[in-house]
């Protein structure tokens, strides 16, 4: 059974920095398009950065250059590294088994909060 989990998420200060972990069970990681969305209370969900199998990346202009996508074959796992967050980072997160938003594959959601 496919299956994806994320951790990591938390309560941070605003220029903090977390890191969420995305582990796949069921199929190998390295063959898929992994992406990461995330959707604040009273908005729609939105997609925050995407990896895909030849490890090209792609990232929504509000986190370019304080996200990072990275991939760990041997751990099945895909990384967000989150830096200078925002109060507006906060959001639920979820990654999904590719990058268009319309996978049938979605993990359970990890809660990052940006406050002070």
């Known amino acids: 059974q496919l299956q994806l989990v994320e951790s990591g998420g938390g309560l941070v200060q605003p220029g903090g920095s977390l890191r969420l972990s995305c582990e796949a069970s069921?199929?190998?990681?390295?063959?898929?398009?992994i992406g990461w969305f995330r959707q604040a209370p009273g908005k729609e969900r939105e997609g925050v950065s995407c990896?895909?199998?030849?490890?090209?990346?792609l990232y929504a202009d509000s986190v370019k250059g304080r996200f990072t996508i990275s991939r760990d074959s041997a751990k099945n796992t895909v990384y967000l590294q989150m830096n200078s967050l925002k109060p507006e980072d906060t959001a639920v997160y979820y990654c999904?088994?590719?990058?268009?938003?319309?996978?049938?594959?979605w993990g359970q959601g990890t809660q990052v909060t940006v406050s002070s």
């Open positions: 999904a088994g590719d990058c268009s938003g319309y996978s049938p594959y």
């Open positions: 069921g199929f190998n990681l390295p063959y898929y398009a």
């Open positions: 990896i895909y199998s030849d490890d090209s990346t």
